[in-house]
């Protein structure tokens, strides 16, 4: 009986030890988890204080040459053609072309480029050219899905055919015609990340003076309408040069002087979720995949402000600005402006996190990441890091 019960006594010894052990375990695992938490939150709301040059990257594509920030990649294109870029400036693909006026439009991991006013346009996806399109009309727009699918808004006459590709560049059984005298001149359009929602900008002249048509067309569930017309707003007096979709269920258009964000979570009833009007026109502004960056002289000529929004139309933040931007830029952590004395960048909680000059003349700048930036300029393609 004394063994038995000296057995039992150091079983619970041994229980209590390992209890303690255990208890000790996790309280170790808690500080770690504590420590890891801290250092994240603190890298992630801690200022900048130096973007130091860490590589220089001569570029080829001759004069006129512009870029766009596409995904984790750079797209890299002129007259004479386009390329896609890693950050540290490696090519992964290209494409000769002439075109006299490329513009370029992206969504998603798809991209277009379309000669406007010209007859050609090239699709491509981040892995490679998919297709090509040679009309025989002028190509007044354009615009591509996340899924490849494109648009052409194509002169034809009196009429604007807004006619649908796939991403070889094959033309489908979906258009759209606009008589211009009665529908406007299309300013810019957009598709849906699916493709299958499309909204035309159209300029008209209504009641003597200048209008903006705002159209929405949806080819899924706008089945049982005409010419598959699910919304329709008139602007008086007021231009929007610009609209984009920012997601599948907001759609942004931006005017001369104000902001609308219509909701699209019912794809067949398109409604207005806010109108942002200023008393001041738009001097720059940066549509982005989830915020929208705009900056203006406030009212009177009393100072200038940088104001975001979020898709819903909500203000995120404002920033009073000691100088107007030469460029804003939209990236997934950041605001990124460039001034003719360097460069802020805040991030969507409206905290500056950096503040300073690059080495090199001012341009547009890319946040690749959190840490760093991307300058193209005077023929290479400059990376720093934020330290």
Known sequence: MA????????????????????????????????????????????SFKTAELI?????????????????TRILRYSQNGAALLTKEGKELWNLGYTYAAPRAKLQGSYGMIADIGGTGACLFGSDGITGSIITNMPILGMAVSGKGTA????EDGSRSL?????????????????EMAISGFPMDIALSPDGSGLVVSAGAYLSGGLATQLVFYNFAVGKGEANRL?????????????????????????GDD????????????????????FDTELTAVDVGSSYTSVARS??????????VYAKSGEKAFEADLGEMPLYLEESENYVLMTTASGIKIWDYSGRLRFEGTLAQEAQTVFAMGKRDLIQPSGGHLYRYRLK
């Open 151 to 154: 648009v052409l808004a194509l």
């Open 230 to 254: 699910v919304g329709y707003f008139t602007y008086e007096d007021v231009l929007f040069p610009e609209i984009c979709y920012m997601g599948a269920s907001s759609v942004i258009a931006v």
């Open 258 to 277: 104000r902001l609308v964000f219509f909701d699209m979570s019912t794809e067949n009833r398109p409604v207005v979720a806010q109108e942002q009007l």
């Open 162 to 178: 807004l006619q649908f590709y796939d991403m070889t560049g094959k033309a489908l059984d979906i258009s759209v015609s606009l």
């Open 55 to 71: 590589d220089d990257v001569e570029q080829s594509g001759g004069s006129g040459v512009s870029y766009e920030h596409f995904g």
């Open 298 to 307: 406030r009212e009177n000529g009393s100072g200038l402000v940088l104001e």
């Open 3 to 46: 063994a038995e019960k000296t057995v039992r006594l150091s079983e619970k010894k041994t229980r209590r030890i390992n209890r303690k052990r255990l208890v000790g375990l996790i309280v170790v695992l808690l500080l770690i988890i504590a420590v890891i938490f801290l250092a994240v939150r603190f890298l992630s709301r801690r």
